[in-house]
C-alpha cells in the first residue's frame, strides 16, 4: 500500500448526517437495504489507531486534553522544521482533539481560536502533503461546523493541478462524499468559488496531462438494492438469495478502476450505518455514499408513481452536484429497473457535457423470480437513449466492451468471476426455477464471451467453462 493510500485511510471523520436543505433538497430512491444485521454506527475520529506514534504527537495530544495550554501547543508546532517529521507528527495525530483544544466560547457562542487556524493557512501550508491537508479540513469541518468555511475554502484554493485533483479524492474517500462536506461545512458563495475553481482547474488538468476523453478516471454512481446487493427489499422479485452481493460487480469495478458512489434512498440520519455496512459488510473501504430523504421512499406504498418521479429527480440532482466536484471524470450509472433509474440514466446520458460514458440497468425479476421485469421492445426504447438494461454483470460487461469501455482482459475476468460467485451462492437458493433461470441467463451470455473472444484469434483466452453452470438437485 502506497504512503498516500496509508494516510488515507487515517482520514476518517465523523461527519454529521444532515444536509442543508438548500443543496440537498431532494432524495433518490435505494430502497432500504436492510437485510442485514445492525451494525454500530461507525465512529472514526480523526485518530490513526493502531500507528506507532512520534514522541512529539504524544506530547501534543497530551497537552491538547488539557486546559490552557494552547501556546504550548503552538510552540512545539513550531519546533517541527521538517516536511518528512511534519508529517509523521500530523498523520499519527488526532487530529480533532488537536482542533477541539482551540475551541472556545463568546458571548454563548462556540468560537475558535484563529491563532491555531492561521498556523496552518500561514505558517504551515508549504508543508501540507495532500493527507495532511485532507486531514486538516476534515478535522476543521468535524470540530467547527459551518465556522470552517472560510478556512476550508482557503486550504482547497491554495492547491492546484496533480495535487488538487489527489486532494479532491481524499477528501471523497472519508465518511462524507466531497460535496456534501461542501454543501454542509461550506457557505454557499464560498462554495460557488470552489465549483468555479474545480471546473477550472480542471479544464488546465486535462489539458496538461492530454488526458482524452476514454482515459479520464471512473466514478460509478451505483444503486444499492438489486442493483450491488439483492437484499430482498426491492421492488422485484426474488432473483437471488436474500443478501447477496450479485454475481460479477465486484470484479467489474474493480477493472474499471472506479471509485464507488452509492446513491441511496436511506435517510441521512441513518448514514453512519448506512457506511458501516458499505465498508466492513461490502469491504468497499473508499467508496462513498449520497443518502436520501425518509419522506421519498415512505411515498413508496402509496403512490408509487409519484414516489419514483420524487427519487429519480433526487438521484439525478445528487449525480449533478457529484458532478460539479469531479468535472475532470466520467461517469457512470448503475441502476435496476425497480424503481426510477432507467429515467435516471436517460439525463444522465442525455447530459451535454458528455461526462456520463454508460448507464446499466440490472433487470429485476418478475414476482415469481424467473422471467424479467422488462420487455424486449421496453429494453430497445432505453437503448436508443443510451440506457443498457441487462439480465446480469455478464451481459453489462458485453456491452461496456463493446463499447471499448472494458477491454477483453476485464471482460474476461469479470465473466470468469460472475461464474465463480453465482456458483458460491448456488447452495443458498430455495427455489429450483429461480436457480435454473440465473443458470440459463449465464450460460448465455458466457456463450457470447466465449464467441467474441474467439473471434479476436487471441490464444490466451481460454473459452470460459459452462460445465458447472447446468441444473442440479438442490441441497
Given at each position: 500500500?502506497?504512503?498516500?493510500?496509508?494516510?488515507?485511510?487515517?482520514?476518517?471523520?465523523?461527519?454529521?448526517a444532515?444536509?442543508?436543505?438548500?443543496s440537498?433538497?431532494?432524495?433518490?430512491?435505494?430502497?432500504?437495504?436492510?437485510?442485514?444485521?445492525?451494525?454500530?454506527?461507525?465512529?472514526?475520529?480523526?485518530?490513526s489507531?493502531?500507528?506507532?506514534?512520534?514522541?512529539?504527537?504524544?506530547?501534543?495530544?497530551?497537552?491538547?486534553?488539557?486546559?490552557?495550554?494552547?501556546?504550548?501547543?503552538?510552540?512545539?508546532?513550531?519546533?517541527?522544521?521538517?516536511?518528512?517529521?511534519?508529517?509523521?507528527v500530523?498523520?499519527?495525530?488526532?487530529?480533532?482533539?488537536?482542533?477541539m483544544?482551540?475551541?472556545?466560547k463568546?458571548?454563548?457562542?462556540?468560537?475558535?481560536?484563529?491563532?491555531?487556524?492561521?498556523?496552518?493557512?500561514?505558517?504551515?501550508?508549504?508543508?501540507l502533503?495532500?493527507?495532511?491537508?485532507?486531514?486538516?479540513?476534515?478535522?476543521?469541518?468535524?470540530?467547527?461546523?459551518?465556522?470552517?468555511?472560510?478556512?476550508?475554502?482557503?486550504?482547497?484554493?491554495?492547491?492546484?493541478?496533480?495535487?488538487?485533483?489527489?486532494?479532491?479524492?481524499a477528501?471523497d474517500?472519508?465518511?462524507?462524499?466531497?460535496?456534501?462536506?461542501?454543501?454542509?461545512?461550506?457557505?454557499?458563495?464560498?462554495?460557488?468559488?470552489?465549483?468555479q475553481?474545480?471546473?477550472?482547474?480542471?479544464?488546465?488538468?486535462?489539458?496538461?496531462?492530454?488526458?482524452?476523453?476514454?482515459?479520464?478516471?471512473?466514478?460509478?454512481?451505483?444503486?444499492?438494492?438489486?442493483?450491488?446487493?439483492?437484499?430482498?427489499?426491492?421492488?422485484g422479485?426474488p432473483?437471488?438469495p436474500?443478501?447477496?452481493?450479485?454475481?460479477?460487480?465486484?470484479?467489474?469495478?474493480?477493472?474499471?478502476?472506479?471509485?464507488?458512489?452509492?446513491?441511496?434512498?436511506r435517510?441521512?440520519?441513518?448514514?453512519?450505518?448506512?457506511?458501516?455496512?458499505?465498508?466492513?459488510?461490502?469491504?468497499?473501504?473508499?467508496?462513498?455514499v449520497?443518502?436520501?430523504?425518509?419522506?421519498?421512499?415512505?411515498?413508496?406504498?402509496?403512490?408509487?408513481?409519484?414516489?419514483?418521479?420524487?427519487?429519480?429527480?433526487?438521484?439525478?440532482?445528487?449525480?449533478?452536484?457529484?458532478?460539479?466536484?469531479?468535472?475532470?471524470?466520467?461517469?457512470?450509472?448503475?441502476?435496476?429497473?425497480?424503481?426510477?433509474?432507467?429515467?435516471?440514466?436517460?439525463?444522465?446520458?442525455?447530459?451535454?457535457?458528455?461526462?456520463?460514458?454508460?448507464?446499466?440497468?440490472?433487470?429485476?425479476?418478475?414476482?415469481?423470480?424467473?422471467?424479467?421485469?422488462?420487455?424486449?421492445?421496453?429494453?430497445?426504447?432505453?437503448?436508443?437513449k443510451?440506457?443498457?438494461?441487462?439480465?446480469?454483470?455478464?451481459?453489462?460487461?458485453?456491452?461496456?466492451?463493446?463499447?471499448?469501455?472494458?477491454?477483453?482482459?476485464?471482460?474476461?475476468?469479470?465473466?470468469?468471476?460472475?461464474?465463480?460467485?453465482?456458483?458460491?451462492?448456488?447452495?443458498?437458493?430455495?427455489?429450483?426455477?429461480?436457480?435454473?433461470?440465473?443458470?440459463?441467463?449465464?450460460?448465455?451470455?458466457?456463450?457470447e464471451?466465449?464467441?467474441?473472444?474467439?473471434?479476436?484469434?487471441d490464444?490466451?483466452?481460454?473459452?470460459?467453462?459452462?460445465?458447472?453452470?447446468?441444473?442440479?438437485?438442490?441441497?
Amino acid at each position: 500500500m502506497s504512503f498516500l493510500a496509508k494516510g488515507i485511510k487515517s482520514l476518517s471523520v465523523r461527519y454529521k448526517a444532515t444536509r442543508t436543505s438548500d443543496s440537498r433538497d431532494d432524495d433518490d430512491s435505494d430502497k432500504d437495504e436492510d437485510t442485514i444485521e445492525e451494525e454500530p454506527a461507525v465512529d472514526l475520529m480523526l485518530d490513526s489507531p493502531g500507528m506507532d506514534k512520534p514522541v512529539k504527537t504524544l506530547e501534543l495530544e497530551r497537552l491538547a486534553s488539557m486546559k490552557g495550554q494552547t501556546q504550548g501547543i503552538l510552540d512545539m508546532l513550531a519546533e517541527i522544521k521538517g516536511a518528512e517529521e511534519f508529517d509523521q507528527v500530523m498523520i499519527s495525530i488526532d487530529m480533532k482533539r488537536l482542533f477541539m483544544a482551540f475551541q472556545k466560547k463568546e458571548a454563548k457562542k462556540l468560537m475558535h481560536d484563529v491563532l491555531f487556524l492561521e498556523y496552518f493557512r500561514i505558517h504551515r501550508v508549504d508543508l501540507l502533503s495532500v493527507v495532511v491537508r485532507a486531514k486538516v479540513i476534515a478535522a476543521a469541518c468535524a470540530s467547527m461546523g459551518i465556522l470552517a468555511s472560510p478556512f476550508v475554502t482557503d486550504m482547497i484554493l491554495t492547491v492546484s493541478g496533480d495535487q488538487l485533483f489527489k486532494l479532491k479524492h481524499a477528501l471523497d474517500q472519508g465518511n462524507c462524499a466531497l460535496c456534501d462536506m461542501l454543501a454542509q461545512y461550506v457557505e454557499e458563495s464560498q462554495r460557488h468559488d470552489l465549483l468555479q475553481f474545480f471546473g477550472f482547474e480542471a479544464e488546465r488538468y486535462v489539458a496538461e496531462n492530454q488526458i482524452t476523453r476514454a482515459s479520464r478516471d471512473i466514478h460509478v454512481l451505483s444503486d444499492i438494492d438489486d442493483t450491488f446487493v439483492h437484499s430482498g427489499i426491492g421492488l422485484g422479485g426474488p432473483k437471488y438469495p436474500n443478501g447477496t452481493v450479485i454475481p460479477g460487480v465486484r470484479q467489474l469495478l474493480k477493472e474499471l478502476k472506479a471509485h464507488v458512489v452509492f446513491v441511496t434512498a436511506r435517510p441521512d440520519f441513518i448514514s453512519s450505518h448506512t457506511y458501516g455496512v458499505v465498508r466492513r459488510r461490502y469491504q468497499l473501504t473508499d467508496a462513498v455514499v449520497l443518502s436520501g430523504k425518509l419522506r421519498d421512499s415512505l411515498l413508496v406504498p402509496f403512490k408509487p408513481a409519484t414516489a419514483n418521479a420524487m427519487i429519480s429527480k433526487r438521484k439525478f440532482r445528487n449525480y449533478e452536484m457529484y458532478k460539479a466536484t469531479f468535472p475532470e471524470c466520467a461517469f457512470m450509472w448503475f441502476g435496476d429497473s425497480g424503481q426510477g433509474d432507467v429515467e435516471v440514466g436517460i439525463q444522465m446520458m442525455a447530459d451535454p457535457a458528455g461526462s456520463c460514458i454508460g448507464a446499466y440497468i440490472q433487470d429485476v425479476a418478475s414476482p415469481d423470480g424467473i422471467s424479467m421485469l422488462t420487455t424486449h421492445p421496453e429494453r430497445q426504447k432505453a437503448r436508443e437513449k443510451g440506457v443498457e438494461i441487462v439480465d446480469n454483470y455478464v451481459d453489462a460487461a458485453m456491452r461496456m466492451y463493446d463499447k471499448r469501455i472494458l477491454s477483453a482482459d476485464g471482460l474476461h475476468r469479470t465473466a470468469q468471476s460472475a461464474i465463480q460467485d453465482l456458483l458460491s451462492i448456488r447452495p443458498n437458493f430455495t427455489n429450483r426455477g429461480v436457480l435454473s433461470a440465473r443458470l440459463a441467463e449465464m450460460r448465455r451470455h458466457v456463450r457470447e464471451v466465449n464467441k467474441v473472444l474467439a473471434a479476436r484469434g487471441d490464444t490466451a483466452f481460454k473459452p470460459l467453462s459452462l460445465a458447472d453452470l447446468v441444473e442440479q438437485p438442490l441441497n
